[in-house]
């Protein structure tokens, strides 16, 4: 069975923000929900090294894990998918999340809390593929077009990959071997494991 | 899968919740409020029209239309896919068939279809009357900015309307913009060009011929070394990115000088910290090593080069010791670096505005060439000068269009260029000469007197002197009166308060823009600004070239929005109103909305162009190669079978003589190692045949399979008929020769008769002979020469030292403004001149003052990724906007210590002429001790004060902040008048 | 005349309180651990289509450097 995973090559990441503005494009999030960020570290230093995160569809994912109302639900390949019908945006995901990947939308006065929000791996949520109720609470559902997510598919070193993990690791395989030197894949195994 | 090795919890926790600190979390936290002033009307505006296009076609996603496109922000020329229904822009998906990006796009380019749902747009012409925004139909603007045009015409001549293109205009309608000016009357017309890459254009072009990149991105695939010189690809060429750390994986070397240590220096194998304006300096230390050593190509000197003997003598003076006290690089780094590309050949070299924009760029650019010529490294591919451009057309505009120094291809402007394009327009030269002002004769700059139209115009860095300055000292009649703006941002000049001074001095602005630009709120003035609702490249078609030569067709994605017209028209409008638009339109189609053909602009390009080679490139054979981009190899750039078999992608400048030759465009120049025919060739003979009694044609090096085996001159008639290859044109040809020669009163109309030119063929005729490659409109010259596999334009020595130029052989000057104040009696500047281009150049008189004192820190600029020059079209994006919400400038923590300043705080930066502007502190070792660096893309504020009520009511950019360039000094190149931003001077203290 | 409208009023609120307890035996009750959301046709869509799957492996050759 194919399984779909992100992996980041840290050693091609220039944090060129194209995954966050691609992400945007196609799922029209609103100012100030960011799906996917790049983060730098080492910033400005000898060693910079930047990453493209969002939500990684983790093998066991934590967010699922402690969810208080099961709102989330996992594709056969592994993507991680929630029911916003449901979520009642108690915030305990972001915790447990390791990047960070769940986002709070303000949709009203105060500051009060909206439904959790956060990268589909551009295959929408439950409302039926390609509706418009699926667009307006989850984005664009690219998957059931037999497209991959935008933010890989739009980066500009082809840093970001998102595909079936196999091809993905080819790839990637291929690079470190022509490079030689240690792998640079932030986060893989902590979403993935060691499988 | 055990691929991967497990990295510490710790470190990535860390960061991916954010607390790291990093340049982003920076922004995100000073940006707060402006972020949640657009939270507040965060109804997608593509939503509504997603909803709407729905609404229309009754479901989703039937009636979709694809088209593509090339994204407009820089000059890597991404294809972008965009999917349109019912007339909008619903989709926008990767081009992963295009050969230059393969899909790839960096936060603008994946950004594009913004540009589809820009609810900040100037929606309709309007007008400033007593400070309020009012509305005018384009028939009202039109007349009353035609008349006030008219009535300045009358009183002080042509040359007082000051008119400024765009590098962001499609190469149809920059040349368009150009003709305007030439049937206005006038050489007053530049665009940014000259204050992006003129310094290069200059230096390159009089070093080997042309002024171009000479290999590509995909080429870099190949390289074994780079070397980066203020160039910060990573956040100004992202996707070039993917092609230079290919060539990484690939082994190359990289190498990147900067004064910061840039997100391109963080993928280097050696990063070296340069003092900014000392690039000189640095290039004679690397060649030091070289020619200490002997790592120099001698071969290819000897055959190839001429004058590098007068370059050793100055390369002398730079032993390792000097070149550290004055570019502050370690003597061991110097030595390693020359060392690694001296054993990693072939080597690029890349260099952008941290070489160009200086008052010696012209001289960095040669030296870069320099080293390039003594590595051997030019016409190689993995070699050559990749210079990257800016602006997705800055290119294709250098090339045909709005240039205050030249006509469409370089031509120049002398009578004999004026006839030339006269010819190719269909216009009576004496007509087109009487529209200029032929009243006086002015200083030419090199104390000759001569007419406005030989004399180039007031460049785009000066038009506020054009202004300001006593008319008594400028080559014209009288000030500028009156500018028009068409895609330009004034906030990417430097002198800002002179800037504003200058512009409420006018008589009349007019800014021609998609948006309203920081030119519109910048000034006190309550009245005579006009606004014209103008299109982006995403609302028409046409043609445009990008860094490496290759033009690309864009489709028209959407309908012009709002009531905005594109730039073509707008002229054809102005044209109208001032009667010449019969003339200036003569082969020029025009359709019912008023939009004169982009296809039939190009075929006139091609007709006029054969200096650079862009007429080969029609637009049939443009749409096959945007058709059958698949077929393209990313590497080489060559298309493996298919209906352009062999042909190069976007047929690179030149692709000689007309497009029937089919010739396959030029992927890397100078390339000797292939036939002329298949891409191949020499240097440019573009210096003549001798200098000081030295032959300065190549020796010994020829084109691969040429007929003529050593170097030769530029190919005319006259050398034809030497070599007998005269009876190889056929009469059509030979017809068009003798009319362009003026032996035939009509321009011939198609074919002639063997016996009727017969007459022509032997004559031994001076006006026959001096119809040469240039300027036979037939492309017969053109066409024989390349039989015999011979460059038209010669083959000669590039040449390391340019007679011609203020500095023969290129030399450090410390800048105007230095912090090394000690320096400047060993490497001072120039003396004054009296006129540059129609306006004194100030050198010494401004050294003479010693600012490091009160101004003790090194001021640079540069780029950041979300935004493009001067920002108001990416700030007003919402998706690009929230990503950089404040202005601020890189300080040294060091600096930041010693005056007290925290991370985050407001502070004054102030430069040495008094602009002073109030941003944010980042404090940061990107910069070093010293040197402080701001983006340049900010506008809309004007020292201390957010002008965002003198916007029209909505059309203000989400993001606004100071212009760095309020603060910027004076200083301009002798020979392009570049102008100084890279290396000036300024104090900072807490707001 | 006069007891006719309260009497249709009182009808009403009995109908009304009567439908008010019905209990749908569709809506989602929550049981600990198991997702009681909408199926996404899509979870299905990507176990069974083949044509599906072989699309989205065609198209990540998009992301290849080519």
């Known amino acids: 069975m194919a399984r779909m995973k992100f992996l980041c090559d840290a050693d091609r990441c220039i944090e060129c923000n194209g995954c966050v503005t691609a992400c945007k494009n196609v799922n029209e999030v609103p100012w100030g929900v960011n799906r996917r960020r790049v983060v730098t570290l080492n910033d400005g230093l000898p060693g910079e090294k930047s990453i493209s995160v969002a939500c990684m569809h983790c093998t066991d994912a934590p967010c699922a894990a402690v969810c208080p109302v099961d709102c989330f639900y996992t594709t056969d390949d592994g993507i991680v998918l929630h029911d916003k019908d449901l979520c009642i945006g108690c915030g305990y995901c972001f915790y447990a999340c390791p990047f960070g990947a769940p986002q709070f939308p303000k949709t009203e006065a105060f500051g009060v809390r909206g439904k959790m929000d956060k990268c589909t791996f551009c295959a929408g949520g439950p409302d039926g593929d390609g509706s418009e109720e699926e667009f307006t609470k989850y984005g664009a559902n690219r998957i059931s077009e037999g497209k991959l997510p935008a933010c890989a598919e739009m980066c500009a070193t082809k840093a970001l990959l998102a595909g079936d993990a196999d091809m993905v690791a080819d790839i990637y395989r291929e690079r470190v071997m022509r490079r030689g030197g240690r792998p640079q894949t932030w986060g893989w195994s902590q979403a993935y494991g060691e499988g | 899968m055990k691929l991967i090795r497990k990295q510490t919890d710790n470190s990535s926790n860390k960061a991916a919740r954010g607390s790291a600190f990093d340049r982003r979390t920076f922004l995100k936290r000073s940006g707060v409020t402006a972020g949640a002033a657009a939270v507040a009307g965060s109804v997608p505006l593509g939503m509504m029209r997603r909803v709407e296009a729905q609404t229309a076609s009754g479901s989703r996603n039937r009636n979709v239309e694809v088209k593509r496109t090339v994204c407009s922000h820089c000059s890597v020329g991404c294809g972008s896919i965009a999917h349109v229904e019912n007339g909008v822009w619903v989709g ?285 490294n030019v016409g190689k591919s993995g070699g050559g000068a990749n210079i990257f451009r800016g602006h997705d057309n800055v290119q294709g505009a250098t090339d045909v269009g709005p240039n205050c120094q030249t006509l469409p291809g370089y031509y120049g402007l002398s009578d004999g260029a004026w006839k030339h394009w006269a010819r190719v327009w269909d216009v009576d030269y004496d007509w087109l000469k009487n529209r200029f002002d032929n009243e006086g004769e002015y200083d030419s700059g090199d104390g000759t007197l001569a007419r406005p139209m030989n004399i180039p115009g007031i460049a785009v860095s000066r038009w506020i002197d054009g202004i300001l300055e006593d008319p008594e000292n400028l080559s014209q009649r009288d000030n500028i009166r009156a500018v028009f703006f068409q895609g330009h941002a004034v906030n990417s000049q430097t002198r800002g308060p002179e800037m504003k001074k200058a512009v409420e001095k006018l008589d009349l602005v007019v800014i021609s823009d998609p948006y309203p630009t920081h030119l519109a709120v910048m000034s006190e003035r309550k009245n005579g600004v006009y606004l014209l609702p103008t299109c982006t490249q995403f609302e028409q078609s046409g043609s445009v070239t990008a860094s490496n030569r290759s033009i690309q067709w864009r489709e028209k994605v959407i309908d012009p929005m709002y009531e905005s017209k594109p730039d073509a028209a707008i002229l054809h409008l102005f044209a109208g109103k001032f009667g010449f638009a019969d003339k200036m339109f003569k082969h020029i189609s025009v359709d019912d909305s008023g939009l004169p053909s982009p296809e039939d602009t190009l075929r006139e390009i091609n007709q006029g162009t054969w200096t650079i080679g862009y007429t080969g490139q029609s637009p049939e054979r443009l749409k096959l190669h945007a058709e059958n981009r698949h077929t393209f190899d990313t590497t080489t750039l060559v298309a493996k079978g298919g209906p352009c078999d062999g042909e190069t992608y976007g047929l690179p400048w030149p692709c000689w003589g007309t497009p029937e030759m089919k010739h396959p465009g030029t992927h890397i120049l100078y390339d000797t190692s292939k036939p002329v025919s298949q891409g191949g060739l020499t240097f440019r003979a573009r210096f003549g045949t001798e200098h000081e009694g030295n032959n300065i044609l190549a020796e010994g090096s020829y084109g691969k399979n040429s007929d003529l085996e050593d170097g030769y001159p530029e190919f005319s008639y006259a050398m034809l008929r030497r070599l007998g290859w005269h009876t190889e044109l056929t009469p059509y040809e030979l017809d068009v020769i003798a009319w362009v020669a003026g032996q035939l009163p009509e321009k011939p109309a198609g074919s002639a008769s063997q016996s009727y030119v017969a007459q022509f063929r032997d004559r031994e005729s001076e006006v026959l002979d001096a119809v040469n490659w240039k300027t036979d409109l037939s492309g017969g010259i053109q066409r024989v020469a390349i039989a015999h596999e011979c460059s038209p334009f010669g083959n000669a020595k590039a040449r390391a030292i340019v007679w011609t130029f203020p500095d023969q052989v290129p030399l450090h000057r410390e800048p105007l403004y230095t912090a090394r104040y000690e320096l400047v009696s060993k490497y001072p500047t120039f003396e004054d001149r009296k006129s540059v281009w129609r306006v004194p150049n100030r050198y010494a008189s401004i050294q003479e003052t010693d600012y490091s004192g009160d101004y003790p820190l090194i001021f640079t600029s540069g780029r950041l990724v979300e935004y493009e020059g001067g920002g108001e079209e990416t700030r007003s994006m919402k998706w690009l906007a929230e990503l950089q919400q404040e202005m601020f400038v890189e300080i040294n923590p060091a600096d930041a210590n010693d005056r007290g300043i925290q991370d985050n705080q407001w502070v004054w930066l102030e430069g040495p002429e008094g602009g002073h502007i109030k941003i944010r502190a980042m404090i940061t070792d990107r910069v070093g001790r010293g040197v402080v660096w701001t983006p340049y893309h900010f506008g809309g504020w004007f020292q201390g004060e957010d002008l965002l009520d003198r916007y029209p009511e909505g059309s203000a950019p989400y993001i606004r902040g100071e212009a760095c360039n309020t603060a910027t000094t004076y200083g301009y190149d002798p020979v392009t008048q570049m102008q100084e931003t890279k290396s000036t001077l300024c104090q900072i203290k807490a707001a | 005349m006069k007891r006719t409208i309260p009497r249709i009023l009182i009808l009403t609120v009995i109908a009304l309180a009567l439908a008010g307890c019905y209990e749908s035996a569709s809506v989602t009750r929550h049981e600990p651990g198991v997702y009681k959301g909408e199926q996404d046709p899509l979870v299905n869509k990507l176990a069974n289509d083949d044509g599906l799957r072989e699309q989205l492996d065609q198209r990540f050759d998009g992301q290849r450097d080519r």
């Open chain 2, 92 to 376: 926008q998906e990767p081009d992963f068939e295009s050969p230059l990006n393969m899909g790839a796009h960096c936060a603008k380019g994946a950004a594009l279809r913004y540009h589809g749902m820009s609810e900040k747009r100037v929606r309709y012409p309007m007008k400033l009357v007593d400070g309020q925004w009012k509305r005018l139909s384009w028939q009202q603007a039109v007349d009353e900015i035609g008349d006030q045009f008219l009535k300045i015409r009358e009183e002080s001549g042509p040359d007082s309307v000051w008119w400024c293109g765009s590098s962001k205009a499609n190469n149809e309608g920059s040349y368009l913009q150009r003709k305007f000016a030439a049937f206005w009357g006038t050489n007053n017309m530049d665009h940014q060009a000259r204050i992006c890459h003129s310094t290069t254009v200059a230096g390159v072009a009089n070093t080997w011929g042309y002024g171009a990149m000479t290999n590509s991105y995909n080429d870099m695939h190949k390289c074994k070394s780079m070397l980066f010189v203020g160039s910060n690809a990573a956040e100004a060429h992202p996707v070039a990115m993917h092609h230079i750390l290919r060539g990484k994986e690939n082994g190359a070397k990289m190498i990147v000088v900067d004064p910061r240590l840039t997100r391109t220096a963080a993928h280097a194998d050696q990063y070296l910290r340069l003092r900014p304006g000392s690039d000189v300096a640095f290039i004679w230390g690397l060649l030091w090593h070289i020619f200490e050593n002997g790592w120099e190509d001698t071969q290819y000197i000897n055959q190839r080069v001429y004058g590098m003997d007068k370059i050793r003598e100055e390369v002398a003076n730079w032993d390792p010791a000097t070149c550290t006290e004055v570019t502050g690089v370690p003597e061991e780094e110097m030595r390693q670096a020359a060392q690694t590309l001296a054993e990693n050949r072939p080597g690029t070299i890349v260099w952008c505005m941290g070489g160009t924009q200086h008052h010696i760029g012209n001289n960095n650019t040669r030296a870069y060439c320099v080293l390039q010529l003594a590595l051997g």
